[in-house]
């Protein structure tokens, strides 16, 4: 097992590695800045076990060693020790067994501050932790969670007014317009349905404007107030806890008086006198901890030139949070700079929603919107018949479609059987192109998955996994009908036995783009990504063609 050590050792002028310093603090600015810049640092590695001293290693960093890194307290100048602790249970059969379970940081048996010299300070160290737990799944009830790609722009942030859930994201329509929904259920007619259901768009618009007003001049100078009166109220908070520690002092010494004064003989007297002076030490120990948690968390001070910029960035913000280049990822992490929790309580029986924004330091803003009505469903298609007219009309004209409809059984949505105009009529209302001979023959033989595997030297099963991947287009009249492949020059190319060098594999074109691999594959439908597949060997699997990003919005912040 490799293990990773902390040891300081003397750079020699002749190695053109860069420092782990210098390397650990340009990705911890990336990671933990204005946005996540997906770049590859050098990282050092030392294969020695138990952290002697041996040649170093520069290799491409994981995620488990950057994360042990960015979690260890000894990078942060502090010693620690028993952050497990080791108990005993019994299983579901009675058996003793053995379990290791991490401590939180006030269970912690030793923890000494500034013990050594660190690559960053505790408060820089707090605050990493606190990113990590933000970005993790947030528990039930709660909110947070990492910043996604989506377009919602309360993913994470907006919580049910009537049970405390976090809303989940959806999308609807064509244009892909953002929702929330509540996972808690009530019984409505014997039917399970959703505690709260409800478009976006309204409330994501003035949750914007209210943002937008936050930081303009005015609201600047109530912040620089506020600022003033949070130093004063914490000014008054530490001189009250300064007499807490007098007290707990002199409680602790008048303990130690009445125990010096007692007679040897009077031993029950002198062991409780004793217990007493020790829980005082106690006190006086936990009121000066407590004193110097309180005294470093004092609030920073905003200076003239830090006003100055803050003002100039509240009259630019519009245009920012406006601007094409701005991403729904920048607006986000832009909104989450400021608020923390949007609690959304629907009434829906007075066409209102009431919502509650928190903002970071404490402050509450209360909102009430108008929210859009459920209007009456009418008679619609069912939803395998629109799912099947997309892939008739690309072969069939529309009275054929008609009578291969009319022969599975389907229905209008008034009741009735097909005709070509009422297929007509329901092509052009959902925007789907009619039906065009093509002028030649198609280039290539319509075989099955069978024939297609063998042709392409792989499997069945691959072939299935490609088709709902979308990397390799088939054709089906019907569903459950079998699927019929196209063997082109093109499909013959993109099957390969060796991919080219500049081709990735998966998981390191995801970790290049800072994407999932589902965003991945649709890029590859939609034809933005070049992609192959190799097919034979131990690293066969798809393999994308990654194009240098162009830098964003906020991808130098972390110089300034």
Known sequence: MVKFSFIRMKQSPARSAPSSNDSLNSARRDAYGSGFVPKVYPFPLQTMPGGLPSPIRWVVPTYTALHHILSNPVYAGAYTYGKTKYERYLDEHGAVRKR????????????????????????????NQARLDSNTRPRPHHAGGAVREGSALLQGLV???????????????????????????DLVAGRGVYCLNVGGTV???????????????????????????????HDASLSQWRLEVERTRYEAERAERRYRTVEPENRLVARGLEAEWEKRLRDVATAEMELRRREQQ????????????????????????????????DRKELLRTLLEEVVLNLKRAEGRAHLTLRW????????????????????????????????????????????????????????ERFTANQVGSLRRYRDIPRFQAPAEPPNGELVSIRKAAQILGMNTSS?????????????????????????????????VQQAPPEYLPMLEATMKLGVSRQTVLQRVKRGELKAVLVRQGRRKGLRIKVVEKQPELFSNLGAL
Request: aromatic share 6%; net charge neutral; proline share 7%.
């Open 100 to 127: 290791s379970r991490h401590l939180p940081m006030d269970q912690w048996s030793v923890l000494i501050q500034d013990h050594h010299p660190g690559f960053i300070d505790w408060a820089t160290y707090q605050a």
């Open 159 to 185: 919580t049910c007014g009537h049970c405390g859930r976090r809303l989940h994201v959806h999308y609807r329509g064509r244009n892909s317009a953002p929702g929330y929904h509540c996972a808690g259920k």
């Open 203 to 233: 409330i994501e618009q003035a949750v914007a404007n209210t943002f937008l007003e936050a930081i303009t001049p005015a609201a600047i100078e109530a912040m620089r107030l506020s600022v003033e009166q949070l130093q004063s109220n």
């Open 298 to 329: 004092r609030p920073s001070t905003i200076s003239p030139e830090q006003l100055k910029a803050i003002e100039r960035l509240g009259s630019d913000i519009h245009q920012v949070w406006n601007a094409t280049t701005t991403t729904d990822r």
């Open 360 to 415: 970071r330091g404490g402050a509450i803003t209360l909102l009430d919107i108008p929210a859009p009505r459920f209007k009456p469903i009418g008679p619609r298609t069912d939803e395998d018949t629109l799912s099947l007219l997309p892939r008739l009309a690309t072969l069939y004209p529309d009275e054929v479609i008609a009578g291969i409809l009319n022969r599975q059984g389907r229905k209008t949505a008034t009741g």
């Open 463 to 495: 072939i299935h996994r490609w088709l709902a991947d979308g990397f390799i287009a088939g054709e089906q009249i019907t569903p459950g009908a079998p699927w019929q492949i196209r063997i082109t020059d093109e499909l013959r190319a993109s099957v």
